[in-house]
C-alpha cells in the first residue's frame, strides 16, 4: 500500500492527460481532452453514450494509439505501470457458466506478478485471503461464479484488482445491472478505498450516485466539459451542455420533447 | 476370457499397439484443447477447420503426387491459413470470428472442390473422411507423439495465460499479456491436432475427440485445471475402451471410440449432479420459490 506512504499529491500521483484525441477509425472519440486527475480521489467519469468514457479508461492502458497528445502518470507513460493499474471491465464481459470458483479468481490477481513456473507463495495466498476478508467473499469462496448475486460477482472482480496489489482502479460502468442496495454497498466501498489513499476512476451513468458517491467529476462529451469537484461539474449548466448540445439539439430522430428534467 | 484375453492380448498384434498409441497421444490434446475451444465458444470451429483443409490435401496431391508428408504439409498449410485468417478478419474488420471463419472455411472448400475436379486421378477421399486408425504407420506414431507432446507442454508452461485468455481476455490484457499470441497459439496446435488425426481417424471422428471429452468434462467440473484433467482423461478412457470394444465387437475403430465418448457425454448430461438434466428437473421448484 504505496499510498499510504506518498503524500497525494506528489507528481508521481497525478494522471495527466495532454491534448488527448483518439479516433476510432474516422470518428473521433476524445478530442483535445487536457485534464489532470490527483491520485488518492475518486473520480465519476460522466456523459452521454459515444462521449468516450471507456475510451479515456482504455486508453489509460495504451489500448488505443493517441492521435495526438499524451497521457502520463507521474512522468511516465501508464502502460509501462501496468501493475498500479487495475481494470474492471463491464459485468456483461464475464461468461458466468465458466468454471472456476471465486477464490480462483480471485487469485487470478497475484498471476500477473509470477514468473513461468512459478507458483502462488504463501504470501499471494496471504493476500489473496486478505482480499477475499475485506470484500467479505470468505464464506463464498468456493462457489462457482454464477452462485452469486449481482452485487457479490462486481466484489468477486474487485477483490481481484484488490489482490493484483494495484492502487489506481479503472472501472468500466460498475454499477451497471446493481440494484439499489448493491449500488449503495459499492459506493461505500469505493469511499473506504479512496480513505485509504486508493484512486477510482469510474465511468458511471447515474449522475445522483456519481454525487453521493465521488468528489470528483470528469463530463466528457468527446470533448472535455468540465473536470472537478463533483457537485461544481455537475451544475445544470454542465449538464445541458454535456448532455444536449452533441446529440439532442441538433438531431432528435424520436421526436422526444426536450422538457427532460436532469437531477440537481 | 480372462482379463489377459480381454485387455492385454489384443496388443500383441502391432497394428493394434499402434492404433491404441495414437489413439490415446491425439486423445490427451484434443481433449485438453478441446476445453478451450468449448469455454470459447469456438466448439464448431473444428468442423470448420476440417473442411478447409481439402485444396491443401488436392494442391500437394496435384503437385508432389500422393506422399504422406506433402499431404500432411498441403492441410497443415490450409488450416493455418484459415485459422489465422479468420483470427486476423475479426480484429481488423466489423466482422465476428465465427462468421469469418464460416466465410473462409466455405472458400477454401469450393477452392477445394474445384482442385479435386482438376486432378488426373481421381483422389480417394473416403479415406480422408473416415480414416483408418489401425493402419498407423510408426510415421503417424511419430507425428502425433510430437505434436501431442508439445500441446500437452504448451498447458503446462502456459496455463496461467491460457486460462486468463479464455475466461477474461480484457483483464489478461490489461495486466500485461499478450492474449492475441495465446489465442493464435490455441488455433495452430488446434489445426497441427486436426491434421495428425485427419490421417489416423478421419475428420469427422477427430472431432469426436475435441468435442465430446471437454463438453462431458464441462458438466462435472467447477475448476478450469480439473476440467482439463478430467477431459484428457475421458479422451484416454474412452480412446482405450473404444480400441477394446473395436477389437472385440468387430467395429470400425474410429466409431468405436467415438461411441464410447458419446456414452460418456449422454451419462454427464443427465446425471451430472449440478449442471446435468435430472438434477435440473429436481431443483426447479426450488429455483422458482427463490427467485
Known sequence: MQAFTVPAHAPHHI????????????????????????????????????????????????WHPLVTGEILLGDAHPHHQLPRLAYLPQRQSIDWDFPITVRAVVEQGRYPSL???????????????????ELGLVELADRQISQLSGGQQQRVFLARALAQGADIFLLDEPFGGLDLLACEELTHLLRTWVMQGRTVLAAV????????????????????????????????????RAFRRGRAARQNPLHLSRTTEFPS | MSL????IAPF???????????????????????????????????????????????????????????????????????????????????????AAFGSLFIVFFAAGVALVSKLPTRMNLTHVLFGNILGTSNTDLGIAGIISGLTALVFVVGFRGILLQTFDPLFYRASGGHGGWVHIGMLSLTVLNLVAALQTMGIVLALGLFLLPAVSAYLWCDHFARMLLLSAGIALASSAAGILLS????????????????????????????????????????RSLSA
Open chain 1, 15 to 62: 494522471l495527466r492527460f495532454r491534448n488527448v484525441t483518439v479516433c476510432h477509425g474516422r470518428t473521433p472519440a476524445l478530442e483535445g481532452v487536457t485534464l489532470d486527475i490527483p491520485c488518492g480521489s475518486s473520480t465519476a467519469l460522466l456523459g452521454p453514450n459515444g462521449a468516450g468514457k471507456s475510451t479515456l479508461l482504455r486508453a489509460i492502458l495504451g
Open chain 1, 115 to 133: 514468473r513461468f513456473f512459478q507458483r502462488l507463495s504463501a504470501l499471494d495466498h496471504q493476500r489473496v485471503d486478505r482480499a477475499l476478508d
Open chain 1, 205 to 240: 451513468h447515474d449522475l445522483a450516485l456519481a454525487r453521493s458517491g465521488f468528489n470528483r467529476g470528469v463530463l466528457l462529451d468527446t470533448t472535455l466539459v468540465a473536470a472537478g469537484p463533483i457537485a461544481e461539474v455537475l451544475s445544470p449548466d454542465n449538464i445541458d
Open chain 2, 4 to 7: 489377459h484375453d480381454f485387455f
Open chain 2, 12 to 98: 500383441a498384434y502391432n497394428f493394434m499397439a499402434r492404433g491404441l498409441g495414437s489413439a490415446l497421444l491425439l486423445g490427451l490434446s484434443g481433449g485438453l484443447l478441446g476445453c478451450v475451444l468449448v469455454l470459447r465458444r469456438l466448439a464448431l470451429m473444428g468442423d470448420a477447420l476440417s473442411h478447409s483443409l481439402l485444396p491443401g490435401i488436392a494442391l500437394a496431391w496435384l503437385i508432389f503426387g500422393p506422399s504422406v508428408t506433402a499431404l500432411f504439409m498441403g492441410a497443415l498449410l490450409a488450416g493455418l491459413l484459415t485459422a489465422l485468417g479468420s483470427a486476423l478478419l475479426s480484429r481488423l474488420t466489423r466482422v465476428k470470428e465465427d
Open chain 2, 247 to 286: 477389437y472385440h465387437a468387430g467395429l470400425a475403430s474410429g466409431a468405436a471410440i467415438v461411441l464410447c465418448l458419446g456414452a460418456v457425454f449422454f451419462v454427464s448430461v443427465l446425471f451430472s449432479p449440478r449442471y446435468g438434466f435430472i438434477s435440473r428437473i429436481l431443483t426447479a421448484p426450488k
